[in-house]
């Protein structure tokens, strides 16, 4: 039986998602090294029974924990427990919620720097595998046609799908008709129709497509010990885009990193990097300082600037120098228009991999004190208050060591 959805149901089931959403913010900036998988659980259950749901595995299907955590090589269904996450691992979260009645279904996989690019690249692969996917669910096409664009996108990224798990029918039980492949030819199987919930979920294998059940009885695990990632949301079918269900509102965290390149400054850039600078740092300069940016700062000679552009065009860009032990980071402006795809996360990698290529112990920064946004930035990333060199202004420090102790889940 598929079932269509009444707006009173569609309501339910949107609470339901913004809390499956919540916890999975929660757990995001909870994600670190040292952590265990047991903390994580404890964390997210706390947050499940706090908004007033639970967890649709534990005490239906009695899964030993309120979420699934799998790690690295781990497809599915891992047990929480004292396994310590570690740098350079893929911590796959996949939380299934059921609050009035109704569930929702969501997964992301977090990266724990440092990783292999071709790791990374999975993990962009699949979550872009998601959003083909997801743009297929249109009424009057076929429940196919979701497989369809999901395969395909993994066939062209050179991965396999792991065809035992499947997107699924979900509503007033966490699986329902109809299940959704992640491969095979469109056009075929259930039409799909306004009001129909659905749950898409591509799981991806850098290696095989076989998978082997550990001793445990639910941890699932790639038969040849290749990586793998796993994204997952509930959506609604409507009369035009499909609606997520389980993502906050206004949340970036669905949309890839913007891939960027780094290029040396030109003369006939200097016009255009200084009004992008006074366009975002003006207000905050003005405020700490009581006066507006200066060239002569921007374009210190002693710095090497480097200009960001994507596809669309110039984005940023940011000026540093070595300073004794330290990478010193003088100035990063990022457009306001595209703040947010993770080009802040890009530049701190790269200042830190040039910090450890150099042999330096750490990188350093100023920031204003009232600008609290990229103070929080700097902190989810490890960075700590060092002290108060100028008025309103914190230097901020990160040390850099060789096994590359970064955070950027």
């Given at each position: 039986m598929i079932y269509t959805r009444t707006e009173q149901e569609l309501s339910n089931m949107r609470q339901c998602g913004e809390i499956n959403a919540q916890v999975h913010e929660v757990l995001r900036h909870a994600i670190q090294p040292g952590i265990t998988t047991r903390e994580l659980d404890a964390i997210a259950g706390a947050e499940i029974r706090q908004a007033g749901a639970k967890s649709s595995i534990r005490d239906a299907l009695g899964f030993p924990g309120d979420i699934c955590i799998s790690i690295n090589e781990e497809v599915g269904h891992g047990i929480p427990g004292d396994y310590a996450i570690q740098p350079g691992d893929l911590v796959?979260?996949?939380?299934?919620?059921?609050?009035a009645g109704y569930h929702t279904d969501c997964a992301y996989t977090h990266i724990i720097e440092p990783v292999p690019a071709q790791a990374a690249q999975l993990v962009a692969a699949t979550r872009q595998a998601l959003a083909a996917g997801i743009q297929c669910a249109r009424p009057g096409g076929h429940c196919s046609d979701i497989s369809y664009a999901i395969g395909q996108m993994i066939q062209d990224s050179g991965y396999a799908v792991i065809?035992?798990?499947?997107?699924?029918?979900?509503?007033?039980?966490?699986?329902?008709?109809?299940?959704?492949?992640?491969?095979?030819?469109?056009?075929?199987?259930?039409?799909?129709?306004?009001?129909?919930?659905?749950?898409?979920?591509?799981v991806v294998s850098m290696g095989t497509r076989y998978t082997l059940c550990r001793s445990d009885g639910w941890t699932d695990v790639t038969a040849d010990g290749s990586l793998c990632a796993h994204f997952e949301h509930t959506i609604v079918i409507t009369d035009g885009q499909p609606e997520i269900l389980t993502k906050l509102p206004n949340s970036t965290s669905d949309r890839p990193a913007l891939p960027v390149q780094y290029r040396d400054m030109r003369e006939d850039d200097k016009s255009r990097l200084l009004q992008l600078a006074a366009a975002e740092m003006d207000d905050i300069l003005i405020t700490a300082w009581g006066r507006r940016v200066r060239p002569d700062e921007i374009f210190d000679p002693s710095a090497t600037t480097k200009v960001l552009e994507t596809e669309d065009g110039l984005a940023g860009f940011f000026t540093y120098s070595e300073r004794q032990d330290v990478m010193f980071l003088h100035t990063v402006v990022i457009a306001s228009d595209i703040q947010g795809q993770g080009l802040g996360k890009q530049v701190m990698r790269y200042l830190e991999e040039a910090a450890r290529a150099r042999g330096l112990a750490g990188v350093e920064l100023c920031v204003q004190t009232n600008n609290r946004r990229a103070i929080r930035f700097y902190e989810r990333l490890g960075f700590q208050p060092v002290e108060m060199p100028y008025a309103n202004t914190k230097l901020m420090h990160k040390a850099v060591t060789s096994a590359g102790d970064t955070r950027w889940s």
């Open positions: 796959k979260i996949d939380i299934s919620i059921e609050y065809r035992h798990a499947n997107g699924h029918g979900i509503g007033t039980s966490l699986h329902e008709d109809p299940i959704i492949a992640n491969f095979g030819p469109p056009g075929r199987g259930p039409r799909l129709r306004e009001g129909m919930v659905i749950a898409v979920e591509p």
